[in-house]
């Protein structure tokens, strides 16, 4: 055994030369630290080296048990500290010299008794705990132990990274249960700092981690008033509730607090705080009546009411009453007054077709038809065509059948959209002999009241008598139409009166109860209100599964959607009710309701639920898939009040469009065109465009109809080309040829002077109205073979809700156009930038008054006038030579 062991020892010899080596590894490591040492120790030039040994000695001297000495130890520390400079990228030369002591001084620190040479220490430790930090928040901890001196006078990166450690241990503190009471007072001794020294964004996320945002407006005065409120409003899209509603009351009292009542009165708008909107509106009036003017219109752009008012000339405005004389002066100034054809939009002469396959000769009424929606659209507001406003209009009308007479007569209501004495024009139509003509005039009735409020009440007048006529079914359901068109936003309770009664009684067919839901869904819109809603789910409860499955059940689950528009969680309990319906239409509805409620938040989640509903492959014979449609609708309502949101959404559409089912494909192209509208994006354009040539039929009509949408009253060359070529390829099919002629009506809206986009004052407000008009259309080609091909082409009218000029007029002081020069150009996001960034770009000097698109701001090119124009006293005109 011995033997064996010496066996397999290894020699002697070897061993020594492994140790020799080893020694000699452990030298040369040695000599190298040496030399690193060295290295360093030369590398510090004799200032550095000087303030190395001074810092050593004071610590030296803080370890010493003569407490005379400390005190100046301390100070000489302090100043040293202090009076340090350093680059952006590297640490104070006293912190990092400091920091191999930083244990010893922390000994030092609880060595000695409670004393003020004690807090002194902690103060110092707190700055140098920024060097030293492992996740234990010293920095804080000595803080809150300190002299409670100014923290300011340390410097800003400091400052930040106390923020930083308050947030993390509020959030400690608040897990466990423990009182913050601390952490707040020395947060609100940190604000005031950053708002000095222009970090207002880090001002309002200390105040935002630790749940007192309330606080704010006492620390902010005239010069960080206008930047804390952009930051702060530019966040709310970022915020989970019920901060961002927190976020705008707290803005919102910071514009009040610095008489900036128009800014103040968007944010009450964005609230739908009716009372807030109303104590802006009156508190401006004493400061100014012109403010309270400029705050009108901006009430009227809202259609927003406040009844008591008793001033002519304000309610004139808020009842954009004017807007009709400002329109007209718009043509005129940019000569558009002279009525187009249709032809005149086609332009079939650029078409690439052989002479003998002319676009007219496919189907003749069709065609017509596709004349009378591009004549509407392209002369509404104008109070002037060649068709159907001449003396012999009858002719055009005669030329469509049956229900496209209903289409042609109601088409006079665009052309005369605004003008209230245009009915006048209207009366003619309403004694007819036919049927058709009748409910159309009926249906042009609400179309001219659409976004006007009359004191004489002339719509309610009109259709009253035809709501009860029981013998013509045709002519009521105009007559429930136009009604929700003239007053949607009102929230009169007459109309309520007259229309619940349609919904609850089960022996009318679905068609009516459905539209009369729809018109108390525009009537009420986003006002949550109960009646309504019970009356709704009251009917969907009692009605016949036959009844229920009816494709007109959309409109009335619509209705009930419309009610809750921006009002996320107030539409809870009517989720949950819903979920009791057995009937698939309970949960296409419950869809409907939840995009509704949740519109334009850009809430995460909610999009994140909708891409989910639309993960099912459901098989259609077995499973109602329609809730996937709504779905895919709902990510594009939610999402678009928020460009990041928006962004995302696109790519989404994309993964849906190439692995959806059928149903959700013909939805994703609708989408694009309601996130869109009249935005035309290139990118957008062009997938629309290879979406228009899909191999589903009602894939490509919904494409070209969203083509149509992004490019709604724009004028874009590139996509009146694009629907030309369209019209080219598709001549012989005649559902897509009358899509296109739609959409190169819609393309050239107003001639180019009405958007249909629902977000509007540098787009922070979105209309409720708008999205409600645009989401009721795009419901409508959910089953576009029922009702925009089929006898229900109408309901492209309800995107008058959403028609408004996107012009920009300046007044004087008795509302007279005043025009004055003014820049235009891109808007450029200026939040959170230092000093006075420009916030337009690329920008050209105009004559008011001028049109905006959709990403255009535009401001005054001299500070010569206020909005709305008063000659500033103060103004010196430059030399000019």
Same mark, same amino acid.
């Given at each position: 055994m011995?033997?064996? #062991? @010496? /066996?397999?020892?290894?020699? *002697?010899? !070897? $061993?020594? =030369? /492994?140790?020799k080596q080893k020694a000699k590894e452990e030298s040369k490591a040695k000599t190298n630290e040496d030399k690193e040492k060295k290295d360093e120790v030369e590398e510090l030039s004799e200032e550095d080296l000087q303030l190395k040994n001074e810092l050593e000695m004071l610590v030296e001297r803080l370890k010493e048990g003569d407490a005379s000495l400390h005190r100046s130890a301390l100070e000489s520390l302090r100043t040293s500290i202090r009076t340090s400079t350093s680059s952006m990228t590297s640490v104070p030369k006293p912190l990092k010299f400091l920091r191999p002591h930083y244990v010893t001084i922390t000994e030092v620190y609880e060595s000695w008794p409670p004393s003020d040479n004690k807090s002194f220490l902690a103060d110092i430790l707190s700055v140098l705990a920024m060097t030293y930090d492992e996740g234990k928040r010293d920095s804080l901890r000595y803080r809150l132990q300190g002299s409670r001196e100014d923290p300011g006078s340390w410097g800003h990166e400091y400052v930040r990274h106390l923020s930083t450690e308050i947030g993390q241990e509020y959030l400690h503190r608040t897990?466990?249960? $423990?009182?913050?009471?601390? &952490?707040?007072?020395? *947060? &609100?001794? $940190? @604000?005031?700092? %950053? &708002? /000095?020294? =222009?970090? !207002?964004?880090?001002a309002v996320d200390l105040l935002l981690e630790l749940e007192m945002i309330d606080q704010l407006p006492q620390y902010v005065d005239v010069d960080t008033y206008a930047r804390v409120c952009l930051y702060m409003v530019s966040c709310v899209n970022l915020l989970v509730p019920p901060d961002d509603v927190q976020f705008l009351r707290t803005a919102h009292q910071i514009y009040r607090q610095h008489d900036k009542y128009t800014e103040a009165v968007s944010l009450a708008i964005r609230l739908g705080d009716n009372k807030l909107i109303r104590e802006d509106f009156e508190a401006a009036g004493h400061i100014d009546m012109l403010l309270q003017k400029q705050i009108a219109f901006q009430l009227g752009r809202q259609q927003i009411d406040i009844p008591e008012i008793e001033d002519e000339e304000l309610k004139e405005i808020m009842s954009n009453s004017l807007l009709t004389k400002h329109f007209i002066a718009l043509a005129k100034e940019l000569d558009v007054l002279e009525p187009k054809t249709p032809e005149d939009i086609y332009k079939s002469h650029l078409e690439n077709i052989r002479p003998g396959f002319a676009s007219g000769s496919v189907d003749s009424a069709r065609q017509n038809l596709a004349s009378t929606f591009v004549n509407a659209f392209?002369?509404?507001? %104008?109070v002037n065509d060649k068709l159907i406003s001449i003396e012999d209009g009858n002719t055009w009308i005669y030329k469509n059948k049956d229900h496209g007479m209903l289409s042609a007569a109601a088409s006079i209501g665009m052309i005369m959209l605004w003008d209230v004495d245009g009915l006048s024009k209207v009366d003619k139509y309403l004694y007819s002999n036919e049927d058709h003509i009748k409910a159309g005039a009926i249906l042009a009735i609400g179309l001219i009241n659409t976004g006007v409020r009359n004191e004489n009440d002339p719509a309610f007048a009109l259709l009253l008598e035809h709501i009860h006529n029981q013998k013509n079914a045709m002519m009521r359901t105009s007559a429930i139409v136009g009604l929700g068109m003239a007053y949607s936003g009102s929230h009169r309770e007459d109309v309520r009166d007259l229309l619940s009664p349609f919904i609850s009684d089960t022996a009318l067919n679905m068609e009516i109860a459905s539209l009369a839901a729809l018109s108390l869904g525009l009537v009420f819109v986003g006002s949550c209100d109960g009646d309504i809603t019970s009356t709704i789910l009251q #009917?969907?409860?009692e009605r016949e599964d036959t009844q229920l499955k009816e494709t007109w059940g959309r409109f009335m689950g619509l209705g009930l959607a419309l009610l809750y528009l921006g009002k996320q969680e107030a539409a809870e309990a009517t989720l949950e009710t819903l979920k009791a319906i057995e009937h698939p239409i309970g949960k296409q509805v419950g869809v409907l309701v939840e995009i509704c409620s949740y519109a334009g938040t850009g809430n995460v989640l909610k999009i994140q639920k909708m891409l989910h509903a639309c993960n099912d492959h459901l098989d259609k014979e077995k499973e109602d898939d329609l809730h996937q449609a709504f779905a895919v609708l709902g990510v594009a309502l939610i999402a678009m009040g928020e460009d990041v949101g928006a962004e995302m959404a696109l790519r989404s559409f994309n993964h849906l469009m190439h692995y959806g089912e059928p149903v959700i494909r013909r939805a994703v192209p609708l989408a694009l065109g309601l996130l869109c509208a009249s935005n035309p994006l290139l990118n957008v354009l062009e997938t629309l465009s290879k979406y228009s040539h899909d191999n589903d039929p009602d894939v490509a009509i919904n494409a070209i109809f969203a083509m149509g949408l992004v490019g709604a009253g724009t004028n874009n060359a590139r996509l009146a080309q694009m629907l030309r070529q369209l019209a080219s390829y598709y001549h012989k099919e005649p559902n897509c040829l009358f899509m296109v002629r739609i959409s190169q009506g819609l393309l050239h809206m107003g001639k180019g002077t009405i958007s249909i986009n629902p977000y509007h004052s540098d787009r922070q407000l979105m209309s409720p109205i708008g999205i409600a008009g645009l989401l009721t259309t795009l419901i409508a080609f959910t089953d576009i073979k029922t009702f925009i091909l089929g006898r229900y082409h109408w309901f492209l009218y309800y995107l008058v809700t959403a028609m408004y000029?996107?012009? &920009? $007029? #300046?007044?004087?002081e008795n509302l007279n156009s005043l025009p004055v020069t003014v820049r235009v150009g891109q808007a450029v996001d200026v939040v959170g930038q230092a000093g006075r960034p420009k916030t337009i770009t690329g920008f050209q000097t105009h004559s008011t008054p001028v049109l905006l698109a959709h990403s255009e701001r535009a401001e005054l090119a001299t500070e010569e006038w206020f909005v709305l124009l008063r000659k500033n006293p103060d103004f010196m005109e430059e030399d000019k030579e």
């Amino acid at each position: 055994m011995a033997r064996d #062991t @010496v /066996k397999n020892a290894p020699p *002697a010899e !070897e $061993i020594s =030369n /492994k140790d020799k080596q080893k020694a000699k590894e452990e030298s040369k490591a040695k000599t190298n630290e040496d030399k690193e040492k060295k290295d360093e120790v030369e590398e510090l030039s004799e200032e550095d080296l000087q303030l190395k040994n001074e810092l050593e000695m004071l610590v030296e001297r803080l370890k010493e048990g003569d407490a005379s000495l400390h005190r100046s130890a301390l100070e000489s520390l302090r100043t040293s500290i202090r009076t340090s400079t350093s680059s952006m990228t590297s640490v104070p030369k006293p912190l990092k010299f400091l920091r191999p002591h930083y244990v010893t001084i922390t000994e030092v620190y609880e060595s000695w008794p409670p004393s003020d040479n004690k807090s002194f220490l902690a103060d110092i430790l707190s700055v140098l705990a920024m060097t030293y930090d492992e996740g234990k928040r010293d920095s804080l901890r000595y803080r809150l132990q300190g002299s409670r001196e100014d923290p300011g006078s340390w410097g800003h990166e400091y400052v930040r990274h106390l923020s930083t450690e308050i947030g993390q241990e509020y959030l400690h503190r608040t897990e466990n249960e $423990i009182g913050t009471d601390d &952490l707040m007072n020395l *947060a &609100l001794e $940190i @604000v005031p700092f %950053f &708002l /000095k020294h =222009n970090a !207002e964004a880090d001002a309002v996320d200390l105040l935002l981690e630790l749940e007192m945002i309330d606080q704010l407006p006492q620390y902010v005065d005239v010069d960080t008033y206008a930047r804390v409120c952009l930051y702060m409003v530019s966040c709310v899209n970022l915020l989970v509730p019920p901060d961002d509603v927190q976020f705008l009351r707290t803005a919102h009292q910071i514009y009040r607090q610095h008489d900036k009542y128009t800014e103040a009165v968007s944010l009450a708008i964005r609230l739908g705080d009716n009372k807030l909107i109303r104590e802006d509106f009156e508190a401006a009036g004493h400061i100014d009546m012109l403010l309270q003017k400029q705050i009108a219109f901006q009430l009227g752009r809202q259609q927003i009411d406040i009844p008591e008012i008793e001033d002519e000339e304000l309610k004139e405005i808020m009842s954009n009453s004017l807007l009709t004389k400002h329109f007209i002066a718009l043509a005129k100034e940019l000569d558009v007054l002279e009525p187009k054809t249709p032809e005149d939009i086609y332009k079939s002469h650029l078409e690439n077709i052989r002479p003998g396959f002319a676009s007219g000769s496919v189907d003749s009424a069709r065609q017509n038809l596709a004349s009378t929606f591009v004549n509407a659209f392209v002369n509404a507001g %104008f109070v002037n065509d060649k068709l159907i406003s001449i003396e012999d209009g009858n002719t055009w009308i005669y030329k469509n059948k049956d229900h496209g007479m209903l289409s042609a007569a109601a088409s006079i209501g665009m052309i005369m959209l605004w003008d209230v004495d245009g009915l006048s024009k209207v009366d003619k139509y309403l004694y007819s002999n036919e049927d058709h003509i009748k409910a159309g005039a009926i249906l042009a009735i609400g179309l001219i009241n659409t976004g006007v409020r009359n004191e004489n009440d002339p719509a309610f007048a009109l259709l009253l008598e035809h709501i009860h006529n029981q013998k013509n079914a045709m002519m009521r359901t105009s007559a429930i139409v136009g009604l929700g068109m003239a007053y949607s936003g009102s929230h009169r309770e007459d109309v309520r009166d007259l229309l619940s009664p349609f919904i609850s009684d089960t022996a009318l067919n679905m068609e009516i109860a459905s539209l009369a839901a729809l018109s108390l869904g525009l009537v009420f819109v986003g006002s949550c209100d109960g009646d309504i809603t019970s009356t709704i789910l009251q #009917t969907m409860m009692e009605r016949e599964d036959t009844q229920l499955k009816e494709t007109w059940g959309r409109f009335m689950g619509l209705g009930l959607a419309l009610l809750y528009l921006g009002k996320q969680e107030a539409a809870e309990a009517t989720l949950e009710t819903l979920k009791a319906i057995e009937h698939p239409i309970g949960k296409q509805v419950g869809v409907l309701v939840e995009i509704c409620s949740y519109a334009g938040t850009g809430n995460v989640l909610k999009i994140q639920k909708m891409l989910h509903a639309c993960n099912d492959h459901l098989d259609k014979e077995k499973e109602d898939d329609l809730h996937q449609a709504f779905a895919v609708l709902g990510v594009a309502l939610i999402a678009m009040g928020e460009d990041v949101g928006a962004e995302m959404a696109l790519r989404s559409f994309n993964h849906l469009m190439h692995y959806g089912e059928p149903v959700i494909r013909r939805a994703v192209p609708l989408a694009l065109g309601l996130l869109c509208a009249s935005n035309p994006l290139l990118n957008v354009l062009e997938t629309l465009s290879k979406y228009s040539h899909d191999n589903d039929p009602d894939v490509a009509i919904n494409a070209i109809f969203a083509m149509g949408l992004v490019g709604a009253g724009t004028n874009n060359a590139r996509l009146a080309q694009m629907l030309r070529q369209l019209a080219s390829y598709y001549h012989k099919e005649p559902n897509c040829l009358f899509m296109v002629r739609i959409s190169q009506g819609l393309l050239h809206m107003g001639k180019g002077t009405i958007s249909i986009n629902p977000y509007h004052s540098d787009r922070q407000l979105m209309s409720p109205i708008g999205i409600a008009g645009l989401l009721t259309t795009l419901i409508a080609f959910t089953d576009i073979k029922t009702f925009i091909l089929g006898r229900y082409h109408w309901f492209l009218y309800y995107l008058v809700t959403a028609m408004y000029p996107r012009f &920009l $007029i #300046t007044l004087d002081e008795n509302l007279n156009s005043l025009p004055v020069t003014v820049r235009v150009g891109q808007a450029v996001d200026v939040v959170g930038q230092a000093g006075r960034p420009k916030t337009i770009t690329g920008f050209q000097t105009h004559s008011t008054p001028v049109l905006l698109a959709h990403s255009e701001r535009a401001e005054l090119a001299t500070e010569e006038w206020f909005v709305l124009l008063r000659k500033n006293p103060d103004f010196m005109e430059e030399d000019k030579e």
